[in-house]
């Protein structure tokens, strides 16, 4: 099997979550093209390892906006989310055990959901859902005399 130098840099290479020397890679993360499902920390419900970065990208139809539900927090490093991408307008950076409140995708049909921890104390994890719902335009009316 023969790969050509420049493909490295012609396609978009997977990030995987950062290696930490002595302890087992955790994946986690990616991109979900789906109308709804579920994200959560690695190991959930049981507390998450420490270290890892994970970056998921949840895509629903055009037209449509993402509704995100957390159902459950427990995290003492950080959760964040913003609109689109990992420049994208930030909705939120998140940690604790206080349940952010539902939130639904005011830009796009696209949410950008970060999960970080460091090296010291784990919680046990965050849970959360997504699922679509129909963006509906209307015109305003305006009269003039």
Partial sequence: WWRAP?????????????????????C?????????GEIHSPSYPGSYPNNVDCSWVISVDPNHRVLLNFSDLD????L???????????????CG??????????VGHVLWVKFVSDGAVSGAG????????????????????
């Fill in 6 to 26: 420049w493909t490295s840099w012609l396609l978009p290479q997977p990030r995987l979550p950062r290696q930490v020397p002595g302890q087992p890679r955790v």
């Fill in 28 to 36: 986690c993360g990616g991109p979900i093209t789906a109308p709804s």
């Fill in 75 to 78: 995290i003492d490093d950080f």
């Fill in 80 to 94: 964040e989310i913003r609109e689109g991408n990992s420049t994208g307008l930030l909705v939120g950076r998140f």
């Fill in 97 to 106: 055990d206080s349940l952010p409140s539902n939130y639904t995708s005011v």
């Fill in 126 to 145: 965050f849970r959360a859902t997504f699922s679509h719902c129909k963006t509906w335009l209307t015109a305003s009316m305006t009269t003039s005399k």
